[in-house]
Every structure is written in structure tokens, then in C-alpha cells.
Nanobody, 118 residues
Framework: QVQLVESGGGLVQTGGSLRLACAGS????????MGWYRQAPGKQRELVAS???????YYADSVKGRFTISRDNAKNTVYLQMNSLKPEDTAVYYC????????????WGQGTQVTVSS
């Protein structure tokens, strides 16, 4: 059974930094991409950053230049380095993995809270 566990969230001041980690376990036939989503109260979940098998990256406009996504294949872990944090970044952050097995299948972690104080 596939499990994704996020860590690294917490409370920081504006301008501070956090590094989120998502450790995966279980079997996925073929990983297409890994990414991070976030959801603030009363708002829809949005894609923050993603990285493909070939290490192509994507970032939402709101985080470009501040966040960096990376992978460590040996540790089966994806990271999100978040710098210059703003109160608008406050949300629950979710890890996502897309696996290809005839169709693309999504796996989700339980989320980790990030709170940025002003």
C-alpha cells in the first residue's frame, strides 16, 4: 500500500524559511511526477510546484523565485524549500505523486500545516 508522509511544517515569521519533506513508501508502477499542493481555509487546493521523472520543474507564479522543489531518489523523498515566506503562503501543504499504470493515478499525503505570521 502506498503511503506519503509530509514533515517540516510549522510556524515562521514573514521572510523566514521552511523545508518540507515527503517520504514515500509502498509500490508505484511508474512515477510520472511528484509535487506539492496547498489549501488555505475557504480556498481551493492549488498546485504549488512539481517535478517530473526527467527533473523538469513547474512553479506557480505566486511562488516563483522563492520556492524550490527537488527529489532524492535514494531516499524516495521529495522536498520543497520555501524561502522569503509571506502570510499569503499560510496553508496546509499536501504531497502528491502521480503513478502511471495504464492511466495516471494520484496518491496524496495527509498534509502539513504551514503558518506564516506577520
Amino acid at each position: 500500500q502506498v503511503q506519503l508522509v509530509e514533515s517540516g511544517g510549522g510556524l515562521v515569521q514573514t521572510g523566514g524559511s521552511l523545508r518540507l519533506a515527503c517520504a514515500g513508501s509502498g509500490s508505484i508502477f511508474g512515477i510520472v511526477a511528484m509535487g506539492w499542493y496547498r489549501q488555505a481555509p475557504g480556498k481551493q487546493r492549488e498546485l504549488v510546484a512539481s517535478i517530473t521523472r526527467s527533473s523538469t520543474t513547474y512553479y506557480a507564479d505566486s511562488v516563483k523565485g522563492r520556492f524550490t522543489i527537488s527529489r532524492d531518489n535514494a531516499k524516495n523523498t521529495v522536498y520543497l524549500q520555501m524561502n522569503s515566506l509571506k502570510p499569503e503562503d499560510t496553508a496546509v501543504y499536501y504531497c502528491n505523486v502521480k503513478g502511471l499504470d495504464s492511466v495516471v493515478r494520484d496518491y496524496w499525503g495527509q498534509g502539513t500545516q504551514v503558518t506564516v505570521s506577520s
